[in-house]
Every structure is written in C-alpha cells, then in structure tokens.
T-cell receptor, first 117, second 111 residues
Framework: GAVVSQHPSWVICKSGTSVKIECRSL??????MFWYRQFPKQSLMLMAT?????????EQGVEKDKFLINHASLTLSTLTVTSAHPEDSSFYIC?????????????FGPGTRLTVT | DAKTTQPPSMDCAEGRAANLPCNHS???????VYWYRQIHSQGPQYIIH???NNETNEMASLIITEDRKSSTLILPHATLRDTAVYYC????????????FGTGTRLTIIP
C-alpha cells in the first residue's frame, strides 16, 4: 500500500517557540492531506484538510493562525504549531489520499509526538 | 459526529477469531463502512471497507447486515499483534472526504 511518512517522530520544545511537522507521501502524489490531533486515551480529531496549492480548510474550533498548514507540493504538507504552549502537547497524525485508489482510502503517517515544556 | 456505536473493549484468545461489532443504524445509501485500527502510538491502519456485500481481504472479513444497520469485522486467527483500537467509520464518497473517528473498540488478544 501507499506510504506516508512524518518527520520528526517526536519533538520537545519550549513554550513560546514554533515547531514544524512534515508529512510526505512517498510513492504517490496526494492532492489532499489531512491533519489530526490525538490526546492520550482519546480518539483522533480532524484539525484541517490541506489541499495542494490552496488554503487549508480548518475544522471548527481549530485556530488557523496557530496551526499553520502549507501544502506546497503534491508530496509534502507541513503543520507549524506557532507559539506552542503545554496544552498543545499531543500526538499529531497526518493522512493522505491516493487518487489512484479512489477517494475512499486514506493512508496515515506514523504520527509525531509533540511535548511542550 | 461519529455515526457508529462500538463496544469500548473486547478480549479474544490468541488463535481464535475476533468478531468486532459495529452499529450504524443511521447509515445512508451512499455511505461505506470502513474499518481502521490503531496500534499504540502509531498512525491508523486501513483494514477493509464495504458498501453492501461482504468483503474479504488478506487482513480481515467484513460482514454487513442486509439492512446495513450493523456490521462485523472478523479477524480469522487473531495474533498478539492484532491488539489495537479498532475504529468503524461510515463515510460517503460524494465530496465529503472527512473521516470521523469515534471511540473505537480496544481489542486485547490474550495469549
């Protein structure tokens, strides 16, 4: 199946700094990528939908100025957590849709664990 | 909002078939039933999906009732590596590509 990677796999940063997380589709071109957040013992919550070459669509309650998403190419989307605070500590997961397999299957990255101290 | 109901947890003996139920009584005609699983601290993994007919692949089988209001994911010979949270999701293919994850079923395979 299609492979999606994320970098870094984990990161620790200080409160007030910004952190960038990369999501790459390794063997396919993804016009649409998705960003999720997962707190401990909770389910995945969709944060935003990232479309190549256009602005991301954010879910209700997600601050677009705090979680900057850039989808500059068909294989790369980035999520930047700006002015991070301890409450932003979470597991961030991206997924990508491979148009060749139809609109149904999304392939997920391994996740990035962010800890803000 | 998630449109499915799953038991919060289940146990299954290693080597036996694991049968995970899912209720989706409000499913509409153009919505598929999807199953994903998430092993601890990893991204979700696609398992299988179906519309009306039963489906089988190398990982699992999906049995959908005739009225489509419920389904069962079957792992035929569960192994310890199948311990994970299993998510049942209904998903339309008409423009709405957002997967909404519910709380899932935490399946524990017991040696």
């Amino acid at each position: 199946g299609a492979v999606v990677s994320q970098h870094p796999s984990w990161v620790i940063c200080k409160s007030g700094t910004s952190v960038k997380i990369e999501c790459r589709s390794l063997d396919f071109q993804a016009t649409t990528m998705f960003w999720y957040r997962q707190f401990p013992k909770q389910s995945l919550m969709l944060m935003a939908t990232s479309n190549e070459g256009s602005k991301a669509t954010y879910e209700q309650g997600v601050e677009k100025d705090k979680f900057l998403i850039n989808h500059a190419s068909l294989t790369l989307s980035t999520l930047t957590v700006t002015s991070a605070h301890p409450e932003d500590s979470s597991f961030y997961i991206c997924s990508a849709r491979d148009p060749k397999t139809g609109p149904y299957e999304q392939y997920f990255g391994p996740g990035t664990r962010l800890t803000v101290t | 909002d998630a449109k499915t109901t799953q038991p919060p947890s289940m146990d299954c003996a290693e080597g036996r078939a694991a049968n995970l139920p899912c209720n989706h009584s409000t499913i509409s005609g153009n919505e598929y039933v999807y199953w994903y699983r998430q092993i601890h601290s990893q991204g979700p993994q696609y398992i299988i999906h179906g519309l009306k007919n039963n489906e089988t692949n190398e990982m699992a089988s999906l049995i959908i009732t005739e009225d489509r209001k419920s389904s069962t994911l079957i792992l035929p010979h569960a192994t310890l590596r199948d311990t994970a949270v299993y998510y049942c999701i209904v998903f339309t293919n008409f423009g709405n590509e957002k997967l909404t994850f519910g709380t899932g079923t935490r399946l524990t395979i017991i040696p």
